[in-house]
């Protein structure tokens, strides 16, 4: 059976509208934060981690109320739907409370901004699992990693689409010397990106239909169990496997840690240290996640001729490696300069090296039936990366100095490269397909 990709698109269409939002928010609601209602950068990344705070709870409790949804949509269709929906209502409102509390500053318009961002994180939170447990509810067992690639795919589009839009809306011949951004325009933009992906995940996708192809199928092919019993009879893994695991997933939350601090901070760094417009920040992580986009493809090929752990490995040096270069760039260099490009075009180069093999690699270490567990487990460590990583980041940059931010993604990374040595399980087969033999499948 062949990975229907078009089928597997249209379902990442709701992963392309989730990417889109959290690149603006973790873009722009630090300059918000800092700029028109002046809270230093430790209360600051204080509200950035809110997001992950809140997606420890919301994702498991929604993934597990969506589990027993009867909607004659399905059971995962109504949470993205009513889930869009209340989140681009909350998320337009921001910009607008913004730019009344910089015409007329008080303390209620303060509290209904950080009331209205906790809304939007509860809302945003409600259909995020749903709309990954699609894709899984509607793709059988074997051909999951192949639809994980081109959902992250989708999902990297829509960070690149914000992106583009902020680079066209706020260059330096815009914003250059400007006491207030108005953002509306790019909170707009975005929302209608929201609302497209939702109509054509609403009309295009039959749920209830492609579960039902998944469990005729798996009915005729039953899967082998792969845990060992224990002697009270319990299945668990065995304990070379499990040492693998946990390696794995203390290295799952230490490049989160590199990668999430840099992506969090990197606008607010650029506008102080490089004196940057957001616009040319901004395209600064397009090209990173251009590179990523680019490289999705090639990564997956590459783990199939070298493996998942040294295409990860490799990945982690480059990111590495990255970071280091753009500390020395700024050492030397204290101003904006093209070669902040290539460092980026590296950094997503090397994201896309980790984040293709990452995920498939935590799973290869269960059975089947445990999918959903092992993916809990492979989020669990990686929010809880995204939730310290703002707040630690944020106290160094605010009393240390900004300096840090590089030498603070560098030190982590190489943590991560240490931990990943220790793995040695959830490789899989090395297949030997070259050419256009690796897209054999997936036509």
Not at 3 to 16: A, E, H, S, Y
Not at 67 to 82: E, N, S
Not at 103 to 120: D, H, Q, R, S
Not at 371 to 382: A, I, L, M, P
């Amino acid at each position: 059976m062949k990975l229907d990709i078009k089928k597997t698109i249209q379902m990442g269409f709701g992963f392309l509208s989730i990417c889109a939002f959290w690149q603006m928010y973790n873009a722009l609601i630090p300059l918000i934060l800092t700029g028109t209602f002046h809270l230093n950068e430790t209360i600051s990344g204080i509200i950035m981690a809110m997001d992950n705070v809140l997606a420890l709870f919301l994702l498991p409790m929604f993934g597990a109320i969506s589990d027993k949804c009867r909607h004659r949509l399905g059971r995962r269709k109504p949470f993205i739907l009513y889930g869009t929906i209340a989140a681009v209502i909350l998320m337009v409102m921001l910009p607008v409370v913004d730019n009344s509390y910089y015409a007329n500053p008080t303390a209620g318009k303060e509290a209904l901004f950080i009331g209205i961002l906790g809304a939007l994180l509860v809302a945003m939170g409600t259909y995020r699992s749903p709309a990954v447990a699609l894709m899984v509810d509607c793709t059988i067992k074997p051909l999951r990693s192949k639809a994980n690639a081109i959902i992250n795919l989708m999902g990297a589009i829509g960070g690149i689409i914000y992106l583009a839009v902020a680079a066209v809306l706020y260059p330096a011949s815009r914003t250059k010397g400007i006491a207030h951004i108005n953002y509306l325009p790019v909170f707009i933009i975005v929302a209608g990106i929201m609302l497209i992906s939702l109509c054509i995940v609403m009309i295009t996708v039959d749920e209830i239909a492609f579960v039902k192809e998944v469990a005729n199928y798996e009915l005729l092919h039953p899967e082998e169990n792969l845990s060992v019993e224990d002697e009270n009879g319990n299945e668990v893994l065995p304990k070379d496997v499990k040492r693998s695991l946990v390696f794995l997933l203390i290295s799952v939350s230490l490049w989160f840690i590199a990668y999430n601090g840099m992506e969090t901070w990197f606008t607010t760094y650029a506008v102080k240290m490089w004196d940057m417009a957001v616009g040319a920040a901004s395209f600064c992580l397009l090209v990173a996640t251009a590179g990523a986009i680019v490289f999705f493809i090639p990564s997956g090929l590459l783990a199939s001729k070298i493996g998942r752990k040294k295409t990860i490995i490799l990945g982690v040096a480059i990111l590495g490696l990255s970071f280091l270069g753009g500390f020395v760039f700024t050492i030397i260099h204290p101003s904006f300069s093209p070669v902040l490009y290539v460092l980026f075009a590296c950094v997503g180069i090397g994201w896309a090296f980790i984040n293709v093999n990452s995920m498939p690699m935590v799973v290869e270490m269960c059975k089947g039936s445990d999918v959903g567990k092992f993916t809990g487990y492979y989020y669990t460590f990686s929010m809880a990366a995204q939730i310290v990583t703002p707040i630690v980041a944020g106290w160094l940059l605010n009393h240390v100095g900004y300096i840090t931010l590089f030498p603070y993604a560098t030190a982590f990374a190489i943590l991560a490269f240490i931990t990943m040595l220790f793995v040695k399980h959830g490789d899989g087969n090395v297949e030997a397909k070259r050419g256009l033999e690796a897209f054999e499948d997936m036509d």
